[in-house]
């Protein structure tokens, strides 16, 4: 064996020979050779309790000597024979040792899987047809790859709680629960909140509650998206819509600064749930659930869907021509110092390089965006409620976002700011601003996906594309830059938002000519150092370092302790 590195150690995997570090867990070191071992109770980011038994493999060492013989050769690559044991091992708990040897096919393993399946399915119910897990079912899988295709189960199934209310936003079907576990660890290891766990013995175990608690802290969907099969469900989900129906959009969340990595899943421009996808640098595989259930007002009636001009204290449906030209017409009145522009950190790189330019083209005396701050949870939910407060900073120059307002408003209260661009913010309800105070402008131009009371006071209202109806890219509390993707379509007239901006500099003398978020960001490596060599493809589904912050992602960093410690593969 090579002695080059000490912390690898060969090991033979159905016959292949690989290299990994000492250590590693046999499930990992398979997975890693592109070998799949079925597995429900594991989990990477949790603790192993190896209960499941279906990631049993064969397990060989090197022979050990008897007293007085000589010790066996090793081969001409430097390889022990292996001594193959007579019973089989969870790969899930177990670690790699030197000349170890791992089957994960044949007559043990194959045997042991379908017995393991045929004890699962002893008393599971045949809800496949109704079960929301249907599609992405472990159980359905593994059944068919590694159970027998028959049962010999003949007497009558334990019937269990059906439908039972575990929380505020989770039902529990026990007679669907394998019991893996997974759901009790995390809620103990993750959530810090033990509230899950296993009551009775043998056929009759049930997962339940502890007595006056519930399942409901902001993490507690995170145990549907890792139950195996369809025992946890969804409230906000349940019964909606068959998985494989859906398509599946990688984007990111906007409700906070971290920026957790999502899956939309969407069916004919209808968001039907938001899950996490898994990026270890951000988010590992979790989100709160106060985030991804944060997509109804999508679909809101209240949703803009056409510019709207004010005439006799009324506004009226115009269309995008008009609108532009009044919005021309009624700029070209005012002097630069005389107009202020709001953005919003909710926008991406690419809006906010548009908006800058705007701003030079007017010769706005103003630039600022609304600070929207809150209390972090300590796990994933940041302070900074905006998605990209580092590229406000970075692209429009703003050393401190928001501490430009007060003087916005004191520049209209004193009759010196005469006309205001409040792009993808409702500035009356979240940044202190009065219909009063608004009301003493010449021009109030506003943007923003759903009618409130700063389009009430506007002149001229443009309908806003939302983040699920949107593609560029934000930079996220830690200085990573991550693309948004649009998942449906906006409804009606809506535009994004770079479009508005793109014809607002149009319509009042300048020119770029983009057609695509794409175009934008170009330019934008082209003008902004920071982006300097970047392409959209280098971004990818998981982003890239951009920026130095000091700041940390607290879940993260107690991941990483667990990782050190041993106790989780991370």
């Known amino acids: 064996m090579s002695e080059a590195k000490t912390d690898l150690v060969d090991v033979q995997i159905d016959g292949v020979w690989h290299r990994f570090p000492k250590g590693t867990r046999m499930i990992e070191a398979c997975r890693q050779a592109g070998v799949e071992v079925p597995h429900y109770c594991y989990h990477p980011k949790l603790t192993s309790p190896g209960n499941c038994r279906m990631c049993l493999v064969e397990m060989g060492l090197p022979p050990r000597p008897a007293p007085g013989a000589e010790a066996p050769e090793p081969d ?6 292996i001594s ?33 399946m045929e004890f699962l399915l002893a008393n599971h119910p045949l809800d496949c047809p109704i079960c929301d897990q249907a599609g992405e079912c472990s159980l359905q899988e593994f059944s068919v790859e590694h159970g ?10 334990v019937k269990k709680p059906k439908n039972v209310d575990v929380g505020p936003r989770i039902r529990l079907d026990d007679e669907r629960c394998i019991m893996c576990s997974r759901c009790i660890r995390f809620t103990d290891e993750i959530a810090d909140d033990p509230v899950l766990g296993f009551t009775d013995r ?14 409901a802290n902001n993490y507690s969907l995170n145990t549907v998206d890792i139950c195996p ?56 595989d979790w989100m709160p659930d106060s985030h991804r259930l944060n997509y109804h007002w999508i679909e809101s009636e209240a949703r803009l869907t056409d510019p709207l001009v004010k005439e006799g204290g009324h506004h009226r449906i115009a269309d995008w021509s008009e609108a532009l030209a009044t919005a021309a017409d ?73 501490s430009g307002i007060a003087a916005i408003q004191r520049g209209i209260e004193e009759g010196r700011i005469k006309g205001l661009l409040v792009l993808q913010e409702n500035i009356v309800d979240e940044a202190g601003f009065s219909p009063e105070l608004l009301g003493k402008l010449d021009f109030l131009l506003s ?21 699920a109806e949107k593609s560029g890219t934000m930079i996220n509390a830690t200085g990573r830059l991550q693309r948004l993707n649009k998942a449906v379509d906006a409804p009606g007239q809506t535009f994004e938002p770079w479009e508005i901006v793109r014809d607002l500099i149009q319509a009042t003398g300048g020119g770029n000519g983009v057609h695509a978020v794409t175009d934008i960001f170009k330019q934008l490596t082209a003008e902004v ?12 589904d998981l982003g890239l370092p951009l920026l130095e912050t000091d700041v940390t992602i607290p879940l993260l960093e107690r991941e990483k302790q667990r990782i050190a410690s041993g106790l989780i593969v991370g």
């Open 76 to 81: 001409e690559d430097g390889h022990l024979p």
């Open 529 to 540: 150092e920071a982006f300097a060599g970047l392409t959209w493809g280098q971004i990818g």
């Open 330 to 402: 009624r700029l070209s009145s005012l002097k630069g110092g005389e107009i202020a522009v709001i953005a919003s950190a909710r926008m991406t790189n690419e809006e906010l390089l548009l908006v800058k330019r705007l701003a030079k083209q007017l010769k706005a005396g103003h630039l600022d965006t609304v600070a929207r701050t809150g209390e972090a949870d300590g796990y994933l939910i940041s302070s900074d409620r905006n998605p990209n407060t580092n590229g406000a900073k970075l692209i429009l120059g703003l050393e401190n976002p928001g």
């Open 229 to 284: 099969v369809g025992a946890l469900t969804s409230n906000d989900f349940r019964f909606q819509m068959r998985v494989w129906f859906m398509r599946e959009t990688h984007t990111i969340d906007t409700n906070c600064a971290t920026g957790c990595n999502i899956t939309v899943f969407s069916r004919q421009n209808k968001i039907y749930r938001i899950t996490p996808r898994q990026n270890n640098e951000v988010n590992s």
């Open 84 to 116: 193959w044991m007579p019973r089989p091992v969870i790969a899930c708990a177990n670690t790699v040792g030197p000349n170890m040897g791992i089957r994960t096919t044949g007559p043990l393993t194959e045997e042991c899987r379908k017995g393991v």
């Open 148 to 157: 027998k295709g028959e049962s010999r189960f003949r007497e009558q199934k």
């Open 447 to 467: 943007t923003y996906p759903i009618a409130n009371a700063t389009a009430d006071a506007s002149h001229l209202v443009l309908p806003g594309a939302c983040w």
């Open 202 to 215: 043998g056929s009759h175990t049930v997962l339940t509650v502890y007595p006056g608690r519930e399942l």
